[in-house]
């Protein structure tokens, strides 16, 4: 199985900073035959179902606001949050779709700081 | 809009079964794979099971495997989970999700508890 891990476990970052959470996977999810990571972004907030942010890694789901964004390739990836707003607090997950199982990595708290 | 609508979730024994559903409306159902994700209390998100538009493919999490059985009915628009011989650690709120070309998952339900405890 593909071990998602991410870091750190926990941030808090100012209204209006740059929140940066790092996703690294066991191996490499890059899928060299159409050149996509094979990879995906959540955010859940308390008490709620978790919403897709971001697929292929760096592609933004329709509607999701554009200070989210996905990088990096193979088993190094992050997800950034530039200006943050009070609505993103949340816990953040990384998913692989590469291989069976899918895996998520175990989660990152955003609070404010 | 497309909803999910779970249901069937709660207290069972250890060793005892429980059939969880999945409404679904606002999509064509037939058309998308469609999975169901746990979360346990307090824990992190981990995939279950997938099942491809027709039925014809599924695949599940090892830790499931022989106990339970990811099905849909196109006709009713619904997604089931038949969880046999449950374990204290199947404890966990259970998402119905669509996932789309069976990759990632665009669109959840609001999840239906389930308890195995004695």
């Known amino acids: 199985d593909i071990v998602m891990t991410q870091s750190p476990d926990s941030l808090a970052v100012s209204l209006g900073e740059r929140a940066t959470i790092n996703c690294k996977s066991s191996q490499s999810v890059l899928y060299s035959s159409n050149n996509k990571n094979f990879l995906a972004w959540y955010q859940q907030k308390p008490g709620q179902s978790p919403k897709l942010l971001i697929y292929w890694a760096s592609t933004r789901e329709s509607g999701v606001p554009d200070r989210f964004s996905g990088s990096g390739s193979g088993t190094d990836f992050a997800l950034t949050i530039t200006s943050l707003q009070a609505e993103d607090v949340a816990v953040y997950y990384c998913q692989q779709f590469y291989s069976s199982p899918w895996t998520f990595g175990q989660g990152t708290k955003l609070e404010i700081k | 809009e497309v909803q999910l609508v779970e249901s069937g979730g709660g207290l069972v024994q250890p060793g005892g079964s429980l059939r969880l559903s999945c409404a679904a409306s606002g999509l064509t159902f037939s058309r998308y794979w469609m999975s169901w994700v746990r979360q346990a209390p307090g824990k992190g998100l981990e995939w279950v099971a997938n099942?491809?538009?027709?039925?014809?493919?599924?695949y599940y999490v090892d830790s499931v495997k022989g106990r339970f059985t990811i099905s849909r009915d196109n006709a009713k628009n619904s997604l089931y989970l038949q969880m046999d011989s449950l374990r204290a650690e199947d404890t966990a709120v259970y998402f119905c999700?669509?996932?789309?070309?069976?990759?990632?998952?665009?669109?959840w339900g609001q999840g239906t508890p389930v308890t195995v405890s004695s």
């Open positions: 099942i491809k538009e027709d039925g014809s493919e599924r």
């Open positions: 999700a669509r996932a789309l070309y069976s990759y990632w998952f665009d669109h």
